[in-house]
């Protein structure tokens, strides 16, 4: 298996993905994050073309600036779970020894904090959107938020699998933390939004 699987063309990552012995949920989590994290950018990029009289170019460059660091970042946690499973032979969770297991909970944390981080961006720049854009702005949202709870679901996951009580009180408190960010995120939307 190419542990740069992020390089491939989408129909080959798809069909690379199926035919794998394990499975790569942190890849293909990262992956969509990183595929929403790209649709806000155009849509922050999009904006400022249509808008470049009224915004101010240096403070959407900001927000676009982390969108990329954000879209980046995923991309090499896609790429992550594929290197560690190819060089341990790991074909199950419950097969993992604990530091791959460390290290395959690190991917659903950090994606599930990436989509939050970049839930935030694209909300601090809503004001700035241009008019047309405001619902596929909307869109990748929602695809972050749904890649947000799908990381949380896996991590929790890989904490049922957790040996040792360091992993599990480390990870859970990550965890909590995590569910309470979306909490809140979903509170704020239904007042705000």
Known sequence: MKPQLTDKSVRDFVREVSDQHYPLSSTV????????????????QISLEHQIDTLSWQEVA????????????????ADQEVVIIASHAI???????????????????????????????LQNFRPMAYHYL???????????TGTTQAAISLLACHLHY????????KYGSVLAD????????????????
């Open 29 to 44: 989590l990262a992956n969509s994050a990183a595929q929403a994290t790209a649709l806000g950018e155009a849509c922050m």
């Open 62 to 77: 900001v927000f676009i600036e982390q969108m990329v660091d954000i879209k980046n970042t995923l991309l090499d946690w």
């Open 91 to 121: 074909s199950v969770p419950q097969q993992s020894e604990p530091n791959n297991l460390h290290a395959l909970t690190d991917a659903p944390a950090e994606i599930a904090r990436l989509s939050l981080e970049a839930i935030k961006n």
């Open 134 to 144: 405001e619902e596929q702005l909307e869109v990748a949202i929602h695809l972050l």
């Open 162 to 169: 957790a040996n040792t009580a360091n992993h599990t009180q």
């Open 178 to 193: 995590l569910q309470k960010q979306v909490e809140q995120l979903t509170e704020s939307a239904l007042v705000g939004g």
